[in-house]
């Protein structure tokens, strides 16, 4: 099971704000947040925000055949302690050093400012000094925007994968791999499920 991260501990900062664990007692704040901002649960999931969605985050975890190490859920704060995202990180994903970006959100008034980038890079260096080689996530396919902010952040497909997303459902994504401090060939080595074999989806 994964480590409790410190309470209240600013894990990384950017320009205008901190990232801090997501814990049990915000549940009523994050569900808010996702309520005021349902264009991922419409776009990737199909579905208006349910009513308990902030607790299917929190209590989610990998399927039982990927193993995992610590998972960090983030609240994303202005200054003055304003929710603006939330993101889960998880380390150590399928090997050691694959860390796995589970979601990823920036509230909708912040689209196309800047925001989304500049935080993505304080996580980005915060990952990196914490011992991630590589960073890994899944885009469903037919999501093109997304592909297009992730490529230009970096990453790479690497497959094409129909299986269990983190709520159980068998979906079709695009894996993605930035490499940091080690190849995307050392990444598929470490990773035999994520390699393109003949025939494979």
């Not at 704000?17 to 991922?40: K, S």
């Not at 979601?103 to 304080?122: C, E, F, K, Q």
């Not at 996530?137 to 497909?157: C, D, H, K, P, T």
Request: charged share 25%; hydrophobic share 45%.
């Amino acid at each position: 099971m994964p480590r409790p991260a410190s309470e209240g501990v600013a894990l990384f900062v950017w320009g205008e704000g901190c990232a801090r664990p997501a814990l049990p007692h915000d549940v009523t704040r994050i569900q808010r947040f996702l309520e005021e901002n349902p264009e991922y649960a419409r776009a990737v999931e199909g579905r208006a925000v349910p009513p308990h969605y902030a607790r299917e985050w929190l209590d989610s975890v990998p399927p039982a055949d990927m193993p995992y190490g610590r998972i960090n859920n983030l609240g994303l704060e202005t200054q003055n302690g304003e929710l603006i995202g939330i993101a889960s990180i998880v380390e150590d994903l399928l090997a050691p050093g694959v860390w796995h970006i589970g979601l990823y959100i920036i509230a909708t008034r912040h689209h196309g400012s800047g925001l989304a980038h500049a935080v993505l890079d304080a996580l980005h260096d915060w990952a990196i000094h914490s011992g991630a080689h590589w960073m890994r996530l899944g885009v469903l396919v037919g999501n093109e925007r997304a592909v297009r902010f992730w490529q230009a952040s970096g990453y790479q497909i690497v497959r094409r994968r129909v299986e269990p997303d983190f709520y159980g459902r068998r979906v079709e994504f695009l894996v993605m791999v930035r490499a940091i401090d080690r190849s995307i060939d050392e990444y598929l080595l470490a990773v035999p499920r994520d390699r393109v074999d003949p025939g494979a989806a």
